[in-house]
């Protein structure tokens, strides 16, 4: 149950699918395909860290 989990609230990632799943001090961003019905890890991240910065210099997916 992959989409049980929230969509990033900023845009672009919002329009975009990308979700979210927090493990620990980490957060898990994840997009999910219903065509293959595949997810796909975008980036794990310290929680500490600037998200939205690091976001931005993540290559479109």
Known sequence: MPERNPLYKDEP???RGL???PVKNYLLLYTVSKETNTV??????YSGM????????????
């Open 40 to 45: 796909s890890i975008v980036r794990i991240l």
């Open 19 to 21: 979700r979210f799943l």
């Open 50 to 61: 600037d998200i939205s910065r690091q976001l931005e210099e993540t290559i479109d997916f």
């Open 13 to 15: 990632w919002h329009s």
